[in-house]
């Protein structure tokens, strides 16, 4: 090697080396001598560097992850368990009996098996570009396949397959939106009570951190070449756009029109309840045309944008009843509704300055309403501290369920037909119908007795009807076979008013606490249901014309009415006791005493912070497999609400949710769940699955993720560390951006969120094309 440039060292003089002398002056050595020299440092240096990079790139820190480690599992077939798998009865042996009941490893074991482990992995896998790269980042924007714009409030669908990400994200993200890392716990090594780090601001946990000058990366030039190719394909994943009659609203179980064509009957409204398909669907709902970011609560109470619930019949028809108006371009709500023209508080309030003890928001905490309409009874009762299960069919009203959901008050698409409805027995602490055309009275109060079952006792009926305060034939004739069924189902008549602004009536009904009454009946009609039949069991189940005994041991669930809100939130429900085995293997109190305890954990260490959601954005929750409510208890001071799901062969704990003043339902993730596309801003799956992936498909359960997750929305999943990654996959194969993935020890959790993309191709779904 020869040395082209020999700098003018201290001590040398300037006319040695402009004459071309073969030895320095410094030190006696020869210049030769002195360029090797120089090359081993130089070449040693660049060594140094460049094993500093590689160091930096790869280093694993080990986390004393205490969010991770106290992750509460479920295992299967442990005996002794007091909770049935839930919501069948004897059609299928798996949900019966107390053998078969799950039960799971406690908290403390947990913690001791996961303290052994010494391996964690971390990966935020949003690589972020410099800022030098920013600009060709925002090119590929405008390519078409993926828009990173951070304030996308009134985003249009239209800017082809765009990628949008929700504005506003605290200051626990950067600009990027990804999550940062307090530098200094990096630097000092303190990881007790980091829960996710993810190192924005860590030299060690992220690459671009270095200066990364005219150089690209590895990954910023595979994502460009990936997003070049064909868009419905990625990571063996090929997605299409479902082609259906239904369009945007496709709901696979409420659309099924090959199934409902071949029904012999429909005068039961069987055509408006749940037929889904032979195989679920695969395919990704498309977008409405001009598709925005829904509009925050509460101003979505009083407006939405037209654009997302693009139909304007009801308005046509019921606007003169305030229902709802098309205003510009908005969907406005004025509060009012058939039985309430002049707004939805005035009616509350006129409730209950007719029965006190309807004390609502205290006493009277979860209701259900019974055809709901656009569902502004339940929106206002919100300002009551009174949560309300507003149902609806899928019907002539068109969209009204989607308003509600829209509006972002709780709602399912459900009809009361020939099956019960997917609750529990005696839950609801109020029923409440106003004008909900349902025929109560007709084949021996078939309908009326299912609401009996899942009324709590000493619960209230609230019915505002015509029949209650018109005096023609017809309302004379259904008020008078009312008040003859009411009397046999033993349930009193405690008030009847009437609104004298609404010009309309109310008649208050209250179910018995005890079986006293149905013991001194003269008459067995209707007739009490048998034994074995399980007021609980609910799914798939048909309806019979009878009437279930109340309770009538004091441990039994219903026997008492639950603590006034929000203590009862709190509080174990009374008849839960030390002898029963919990869900997690410990007695039934401790069970659900840890179960809250992790939660509210997770959520002030974790979900609230450290993940970097803006909360204000966030308003329809759904926990897709709860135990014991806990995750929903936990956000009770949100403005937000949680639909708490317990899949049907999971331990059924529903009851003991409905106690604490929440509620949910009973739903099978192998079929499409009774909701309108894009109805929920955050979906919570923890080891949904890996359970559910033993009975169906999983692509098909993803896809009805995306179906029913709003674009922006936000989807937190916890499971063990190979259903992780096959969900990363499949998330970012649909375009959705990864905010975080971390492993450890076997576990994980991901946090990803849903684009604005679809893609190009369709699937024509033949069970939902007339």
Not at 336 to 362: C, E, R
Not at 670 to 680: I, K, N, V
Request: charged fraction near 25%; proline fraction near 5%; hydrophobic fraction near 30%.
């Amino acid at each position: 090697m020869t040395c082209s440039y020999i700098p003018i060292l201290k001590g040398q003089k300037r006319s040695n080396i402009m004459a071309g002398e073969s030895y320095s002056h410094y030190g006696g050595r020869k210049s030769s001598d002195w360029c090797s020299k120089i090359t081993v440092v130089t070449f040693v240096g660049i060594s140094f560097v460049g094993i500093w990079m590689l160091i930096s790139s790869s280093f694993s820190i080990p986390l004393q992850n205490s969010e991770i480690s106290s992750t509460l599992k479920v295992t299967k077939n442990l005996p002794g368990q007091d909770f049935p798998v839930n919501a069948k009865r004897e059609e299928d042996e798996t949900f019966q009996g107390e053998k078969g009941f799950r039960r799971g490893r406690s908290l403390k074991e947990i913690e001791d098996e996961e303290s052994e482990g010494d391996s964690s992995n971390l990966r935020n896998e949003e690589e972020n570009q410099e800022n030098s790269e920013s600009s060709s980042s925002g090119d590929e924007s405008q390519s078409g396949n993926e828009s990173e714009e951070v304030d996308s409030r009134e985003k249009d669908s239209t800017s082809s397959g765009g990628e949008s990400e929700t504005g506003g994200e605290d200051s626990n993200t950067d600009e990027n939106g990804d999550l940062k890392l307090e530098t200094e716990k990096a630097k000092k090594g303190e990881t007790e009570n980091e829960i996710y780090p993810a190192g924005d601001q860590s030299e060690i946990l992220k690459e671009t951190t270095t200066q990364n000058g005219p150089w690209s990366t590895q990954a910023a030039e595979s994502e460009k070449e990936n997003e070049s190719q064909d868009s419905s394909s990625s990571k063996g994943y090929k997605w299409q756009l479902c082609k259906t009659d239904a369009g945007p609203d496709y709901i696979p179980c409420l659309d099924n029109v090959q199934a409902i064509r071949k029904l012999p009957s429909t005068s039961h409204y069987e055509h408006r309840e749940r037929h889904c398909p032979i195989e679920p669907s695969t395919c990704l709902v498309p977008l409405p045309s001009g598709y925005k970011q829904p509009i925050g609560w509460p101003r979505s109470r009083e407006q939405i944008w037209y654009s997302n619930v693009p139909h304007g019949k009801l308005a046509k028809v019921k606007g003169h009843q305030n229902w709802v108006k098309v205003t510009g371009e908005y969907l406005t709500f004025p509060g009012g509704g058939t039985q309430f023209k002049q707004g939805a508080l005035h009616y509350i309030d006129f409730i209950q300055q007719t029965l006190p003890q309807i004390s609502w928001g205290k006493q009277t905490r979860v209701i259900l309403d019974v055809g709901c309409g656009v569902a502004s009874f339940g929106g206002y009762l919100f300002e009551r501290d009174v949560l309300a299960m507003s149902l609806a069919p899928k019907d002539e009203h068109e969209a009204q369920v989607q308003f509600a959901l829209e509006r972002g008050i709780p709602a399912i698409s459900a009809v009361m037909g020939t099956k019960r409805l997917p609750f529990p027995g005696k839950v609801f602490d109020a029923v409440h119908c106003a004008r909900c055309r349902v025929p109560w009275h007709i084949e021996g109060g078939k309908l009326l007795l299912e609401l009996n079952r899942v009324l709590r006792p000493g619960g209230h009926f609230i019915w505002s009807a015509t029949p209650v305060y018109r005096k023609d034939e017809e309302n004379v004739g259904i008020w008078e076979a009312m008040s003859e069924l009411t009397k046999s189902m033993c349930w009193e008549l405690v008030e009847i008013n009437e609104d004298k602004l609404n010009e309309v009536g109310v008649a208050i009904y209250r179910k018995p606490t005890s079986n006293d009454c149905y013991q001194s009946r003269k008459r067995n009609d209707p007739p009490m249901c048998e034994e074995a039949d399980d007021s609980d069991a609910a799914w798939n189940i048909t309806l019979q014309a009878c009437l279930h005994k109340g309770p009538e041991d004091s441990s039994a669930h219903g026997s008492k009415w639950p603590a006034k809100w929000p203590l009862r939130s709190e509080k174990l429900p009374s008849w839960l006791r030390s002898s029963q085995v919990g869900v997690y293997g410990k007695a039934a109190p401790e069970d659900f005493a840890a179960d809250y305890d992790h939660w509210k954990n997770v959520m002030s260490k974790s979900y609230l912070n450290d993940l970097g959601i803006n909360w204000s954005s966030v308003r329809n929750v759904m926990d897709m497999k709860t135990i014991y409510g806990g995750f929903a208890a936990a956000l009770k001071d949100l403005k937000v609400w949680v639909m708490n799901v317990v899949p049907i062969d999971s331990p059924d704990t529903l009851p003991i949710i409905y106690d604490r003043g929440l509620f949910g339902i009973y739903h099978d993730w192998c079929e499409s769940f009774s909701t309108y596309p894009r109805s929920y801003d955050l979906l919570h799956a923890d080891h949904l699955f890996s359970d559910i992936k033993k009975r169906c498909t999983i692509a098909s359960v993803f896809a009805e993720v995306d179906r029913i997750l709003r674009p922006e929305g936000k989807l937190i999943v916890r499971d063990n560390a190979e259903t992780i990654l096959e969900i990363e996959n499949m998330a970012r194969s649909v375009k959705w951006k990864v905010k975080m993935s971390y492993s450890k020890n076997g576990e994980g959790l991901l946090f990803v969120q849903k684009s604005f993309w679809r893609p190009n191709q369709e699937q024509i779904i033949k069970s939902a094309i007339a």
